[in-house]
């Protein structure tokens, strides 16, 4: 028996074709059109990051002796990459292994009050749009884990960002439930006078969390969450672009 060859017609392919292309066209558009949105919320705007200690001081130390200074300058390193991309103009307390205080300054304690003093007078000079002063945490017990974002009572603008970083916090890391807390004891939140927040970023007491800490890859998503926390912050404020007045 001689089985008839059936012609299937071609042209159901080609609206297959169609659809698959249009999918493709209005993907591309849109993601342009998200990152278009996300560079006007954020660009122009002023950001101080601040990576917590740094040499002598090395802030909590973990349990396999990683250290807080190391960890939170690497993340603030990617969050002004993911910025500077965007037109954000950012500042960084420290950019390297070491402090603020005056090099003839002696003594770990008067180092850290100076060094302390130092950043919160650089952040009031140049009046940036935020302030995110990036730590990392450690308690005697090991149980404990999970990011968490703090705020001086009393400022509004202060509470919002640390209750968005919070929820990126939250969602990108997946790993902690803590709410955003007020915090009148840190000095940096205290004394400075723009919104800010201090991030804690993990418990390096904790060693699940200090393994993920110390990896790159860990590194960048708390950095993403971060961003994605200024992104929010903004956005949801609609802030217009605030820059010190010139008194030159
Ligand atoms: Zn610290």
């Not at 342009?32 to 990576?51: H, N, S």
């Not at 940096?188 to 390096?204: K, N």
């Amino acid at each position: 028996m001689r089985y008839m060859r059936v012609r299937r017609p071609w042209w159901p392919y080609l609206s297959w074709a169609v659809m698959v292309f249009l999918c493709l066209v209005v993907g591309l558009g849109y993601q342009e059109q998200m990152r278009t949105a996300t560079t006007q919320v954020v660009g122009g705007r002023v950001v101080v990051i601040d990576p917590g200690h740094g040499q002598p001081d090395p802030g909590s130390i973990g349990v396999s002796g990683a250290l807080e200074k190391d960890i939170v300058l690497a993340i603030a390193v990617y969050v002004r990459e993911l910025l500077e991309c965007r037109g954000v103009v950012v500042h960084m307390t420290r950019s390297g292994d070491y402090d603020l205080a005056k090099p003839a300054t002696e003594g770990l304690a008067a180092r850290k009050r100076e060094d302390l003093a130092a950043r919160v007078a650089l952040v009031n000079e140049l009046a940036p749009d935020m302030l995110i002063s990036i730590h990392a945490n450690a308690f005697p017990s090991a149980r404990w884990s999970g990011a968490q974002t703090f705020y001086p009572k009393g400022c509004a603008l202060s509470h919002s960002l640390a209750v968005s970083m919070q929820t990126q916090l939250s969602r990108i890391t997946g790993r902690t439930q803590r709410q955003a807390s007020s915090q009148q004891d840190l000095v940096i939140l205290r004394d400075v006078q723009v919104p800010a927040t201090v991030v804690e970023v993990g418990f390096l007491s904790n060693p699940q969390e200090e393994a993920l800490l110390k990896q790159d890859e860990y590194q960048q998503r708390v950095a993403w969450a971060i961003y994605a926390g200024i992104v929010q912050y903004v956005n949801d404020l609609s802030l217009p672009v605030h820059h010190k007045e010139d008194t030159s």
